[in-house]
């Protein structure tokens, strides 16, 4: 049987390779490469990549340019626990992807749920994000008062 060409690759220099490209390859190498470096985090764990993606960047490409794509973005599983598919799959800013790993504290204020990095952000937070960490995992502070209380100012002056 002849091998199906995409023609995605062919060509010289930085162009020749199209950017989603270069997105479906890497995503099929952390989940079905066991010599890649983040295997064990994909595939390793059971996240694959839908049939309809695996055989087909032609297909990938055309839900990504429907769903959102744009230069800058980071094509982002919206379950972690989920595989690549079109129903779990969506492009986000870099910090949107940092928000969505599975290794955030998630943190439960005022009748909302945030990363602590996005309550670090909130317009209620006075204090930053290293702060509220301390505050909540090592001294037990409630999330509300971690998050409202300013931090004590250190004065730089030595006793005399």
Same mark, same amino acid.
């Given at each position: 049987?002849?091998?199906?060409?995409?023609?995605?690759? %062919?060509?010289?220099?930085?162009?020749?390779?199209? %950017?989603?490209?270069?997105?479906?390859?890497?995503?099929?190498?952390?989940?079905?490469?066991?010599?890649?470096?983040?295997?064990?985090?994909?595939?390793?764990?059971?996240?694959?990549?839908?049939?309809?993606?695996?055989?087909?960047?032609?297909?990938?490409?055309?839900?990504?340019?429907?769903?959102?794509?744009?230069?800058?973005?980071?094509?982002?599983?919206?379950?972690?626990?989920?595989?690549?598919?079109?129903?779990?799959?969506?492009?986000?800013?870099?910090?949107?992807?940092?928000?969505?790993?599975?290794?955030?504290?998630?943190?439960?204020?005022?009748?909302?749920?945030?990363?602590?990095?996005?309550?670090?952000?909130?317009?209620?937070?006075?204090?930053?994000?290293?702060?509220?960490? %301390?505050?909540?995992?090592?001294?037990?502070?409630?999330?509300?008062?971690?998050?409202?209380?300013?931090?004590?100012?250190?004065?730089?002056?030595?006793?005399?």
């Amino acid at each position: 049987m002849p091998k199906i060409t995409h023609g995605l690759t %062919k060509g010289k220099g930085p162009k020749r390779v199209p %950017k989603l490209y270069s997105v479906w390859v890497r995503m099929k190498q952390r989940c079905c490469d066991k010599n890649h470096h983040a295997y064990r985090r994909y595939g390793g764990r059971g996240i694959a990549v839908c049939d309809e993606w695996t055989n087909n960047v032609v297909v990938f490409i055309h839900w990504a340019q429907k769903n959102g794509y744009r230069e800058g973005l980071l094509l982002d599983r919206i379950n972690n626990d989920g595989g690549y598919s079109p129903g779990n799959c969506r492009f986000v800013t870099y910090q949107q992807s940092n928000n969505n790993r599975s290794i955030n504290l998630l943190i439960e204020a005022f009748g909302e749920c945030k990363t602590l990095s996005e309550w670090a952000e909130d317009r209620r937070s006075v204090v930053t994000a290293s702060t509220l960490r %301390k505050r909540i995992q090592l001294s037990n502070w409630s999330p509300e008062i971690a998050i409202t209380t300013k931090s004590r100012v250190r004065s730089n002056t030595t006793r005399q």
